[in-house]
């Protein structure tokens, strides 16, 4: 739950570079200080495609070096959310759902793409299922707010996280690290990295883990929503030639689970009017057996050429391959076994999910005397194939056979853009900077609908039965303006305005279901200061959102529709700082305030609720929008003997927020706080221990929510969990 640039060390240096995106000459380079002892190191970064210092980027930007990944035992979007207020993940039926500022996706069938756009290594990774695999071993993580519409492009309305993978090093050094903590979770690791010969250097990364279910299932025995898993990376980077420096990854993970799983939480809302149902957080009463596993392959090369002149030609060429197989994907009712008539009722969901990628980037950049400019172009393929499968139990029917509800679709997606941007100094103070970018965009889907009704009929739907695939075309321009003024060597003021933009497409559930693109336009103005001899920074972000057809998914049995809301509002207030007090102490720590609302929206689904169809929406707030959210760390570091142990503890606070866009009770999730605890001790240069402890107070509150048939399904957080870890290095 740190905040921006999290827990600061006066021991780190090159650390705080957060590196992976520009050529030998600055990943080589040591963070820049202020020559104090008690001074905080700058963080140098690259979300923009260029070096540079935080404090100086006309953007709020939350970054996370190596070393604080390590020390908060971040292992993905799980833990990154605590780390940035108003970033909200959500983990439901398999799809990760992220949000930044109340702008994010409500997705449950794979369909779309998020609003955050997620990048591995610089390749753009799309699919909902897939986000939360390879990131491990990183060298960094960069969170952009707001509409990166310029240098980004694509589905990027709410922002940017990207994932730096951990480069090879110069000189070779090797580790091993195993840990263990509470649900018997297992986990090791180990690396070798170094130079392979003069100017070529390598680093091979593996793991592997396990641990046991945080939930139980009473009647069959079974632990839901373990996990076991393995996964690498091996990287190569290579001074080619003078002038010429290559960067290549290939990434691999796989998870399996028996999982994932929601359940019901509210016994107001029960799925199905059936007795002895459970609602205990992480409880579950199903006669199915679960399993489902994802597995990720993703690589990247990139190759960055010195034209000479301050000028640099950089290409970034991605491709990943995602798998994904629920078997028992969720057990929508549950009943009670000594029932006579609704036994062991259930509804099982089977989902598999094929999504296959290329990606190529140009881009040109320069330093031209007082302009900093970069052109570029970029080119994605998509190809995605789902299977699903939906068995209705035949007594909900009052038949002695089932309902057997079966969808396969295929899916394509091309997207092709080209962009530019500059920084020009108009004085030395004052610099005007802006972009534009042309978006071309083209889905086609193809799905077939099979019912075997009871008794044996089977009924086909085909979305496009001897006719042309279900397709659109788009074409975007998306952009920013802005203006930042540096009031003095330590205070930077800016504005701008900002479009960002998010693909339309075809629900993969139901025939002839197309959602619009979503559109943000954005107004942004801030202040980033340093102050009392640059031990602290305080930075402000107030922004205002006009925001277009955001989707929202309506699930039922017969099938999944997109809607979209054609006018909504946001504007609140990033707030985000650190002090160093002196080499021991430090504090950091963030806040974000939004307000959201629906301008135009009518419901749709919403009769179970009491909202029947054409319900006016409007005034309401948006889902997972809450509207104050913060965290905040203390950070104690102290010598004994000849190494160091560091102290952290770390809070986080949410308002209440809307899971969903209808009033009903079951559809809010109160306020909540979570407490977190980390201890560090590192003997020498070799040795390193970390403990920790993750929501202390035993805290649950529900990440997703699925509505469906006349009651609502969700996935608790996971519960408190602990740790110990032990590191050694080889050099």
């Not at 035992?73 to 990760?96: R, T, W």
């Amino acid at each position: 739950m740190a905040g921006i640039m999290l827990g600061v060390s006066t021991s780190a240096s090159a650390a705080d570079t957060i590196e992976g995106s520009e050529a030998p000459a600055s990943r080589d380079a040591s963070a820049n200080t202020d020559g104090s002892s008690t001074g905080l190191n700058e963080i140098i970064v690259t979300a923009q495609k260029r070096s540079q210092n935080l404090q100086d980027v006309p953007a709020v930007i939350n970054a996370l070096d190596a070393g604080m990944i390590e020390d908060r035992q971040i292992g993905g979007l799980e833990e990154l959310q605590g780390a940035v207020a108003g970033l909200k993940f959500d983990p439901v039926s398999g799809n990760s759902n992220i949000s930044i500022r109340g702008v994010g996706t409500t997705f449950t069938t794979g369909a779309g793409e998020n609003s955050v756009s997620l990048h591995l290594d610089g390749v753009y990774l799309s699919s909902p299922q897939g986000a939360g695999l390879g990131q491990f071993d990183l060298g960094g993580i960069e969170v952009l707010r707001g509409p990166q519409g310029t240098l980004y492009g694509k589905n990027s309305t709410a922002g940017i996280v990207n994932f730096i993978s951990a480069a090879p090093t110069r000189e070779f050094e090797a580790g091993v690290t195993a840990g263990y903590g509470n649900y018997d979770d297992l986990k090791g690791s180990a690396y070798v990295s170094g130079p392979l010969s003069d100017g070529v250097r390598a680093r091979l990364y593996i793991e592997g883990g396990q641990r046991d279910g945080y939930v139980k299932n009473l009647q069959t025995g079974q632990d839901l929503d373990d996990l076991r898993y393995i996964g690498g990376r091996f990287g190569i980077d290579a001074d080619v030639s003078p002038g010429w420096y290559m960067e290549a990854r290939l990434t691999y993970r796989r998870e399996a689970s028996n999982g994932p799983v929601r359940q019901p939480y509210d016994l107001n809302r029960l799925s199905l009017p059936i007795q002895d149902t459970i609602v205990t957080p992480r409880r579950l009463n199903s006669p199915l057996i679960f399993d489902g596993n994802r597995s990720i392959a993703l690589a990247s090369l990139k190759n960055t050429f010195d034209l000479g002149g301050n000028v640099s030609l950089v290409s970034i060429t991605g491709a990943s391959r995602l798998r994904v197989n629920y078997n028992s994907l969720d057990s929508l009712a549950q009943g009670n076994p000594n029932d006579p008539i609704f036994a062991n009722l259930t509804i099982p969901i089977a989902q598999g999910v094929r999504v296959s990628t290329f990606s190529q980037e140009f881009n040109l950049k320069g330093d031209s005397g007082p302009v900093d400019w970069l052109v570029g172009a970029f080119y994605y393929n998509e190809i995605n194939r789902t299977t699903g499968s939906v068995t209705l139990d035949g007594r909900l029917l009052g038949s002695p056979s089932a309902l057997i509800r079966v969808s396969n679709g295929r899916s394509k997606r091309e997207s092709a853009s080209i962009f530019a941007d500059a920084t020009i100094s108009v004085s030395d103070a004052t610099r005007l900077f802006g972009g534009v970018r042309g978006l071309y965009e083209r889905s086609q889907n193809d799905l077939l609908v099979t019912f075997q009704l009871p008794g044996g009929t089977v009924v086909q739907t085909d979305c496009s039965p001897g006719a042309p695939l279900q397709r659109v075309t788009d074409w975007s321009a998306t952009g920013r303006i802005g203006l930042q003024h540096d009031l003095s060597d330590d205070v930077m003021a800016y504005g701008q305005l900002s479009r960002g933009y998010k693909s339309g497409g075809f629900s993969n559930s139901t025939c002839g279901n197309q959602y619009k693109p979503e559109t943000v336009n954005a107004i942004e103005t801030g202040l980033k200061a340093r102050f009392l001899d640059r031990r602290a920074t305080l930075n402000f972000a107030a922004f205002y959102y006009d925001y277009k057809n955001i989707s929202v998914e309506q699930s039922t049995i017969f099938g999944t529709n997109v809607v979209g809301a054609p006018k909504s509002e946001i504007y609140g207030l990033d707030i985000d700082g650190r002090l160093q007090v002196n080499d021991m102490l430090s504090f950091d720590g963030n806040a974000s305030f939004v307000h959201s609302e629906y301008k135009r929206f009518l419901s749709t689904g919403g009769a179970i609720f009491g909202e029947p169809d054409g319900t006016d929406l409007a005034g309401r707030a948006l889902n997972k929008a809450p509207g104050a959210s913060g965290t905040i760390g203390t950070q104690l570091e102290f010598p004994v003997g000849s190494g160091k142990i560091t102290l952290r503890g770390e809070a986080y606070f949410t308002s209440g927020y809307r899971l969903r866009e209808y009033n009903d009770p079951s559809l809010r999730q109160n306020a909540y706080e979570l407490y977190n605890a980390f201890v560090t001790y590192e003997p020498n240069d070799l040795v390193t221990v970390r403990g920790f402890v993750r929501n202390i107070t035993k805290t649950n509150y529900i990440q997703g929510t699925v509505v469906q048939l006349n009651g609502v399904t969700g996935v608790y957080n996971p519960p408190r969990t602990y740790g110990v870890e032990l590191a050694l290095k080889i050099r």
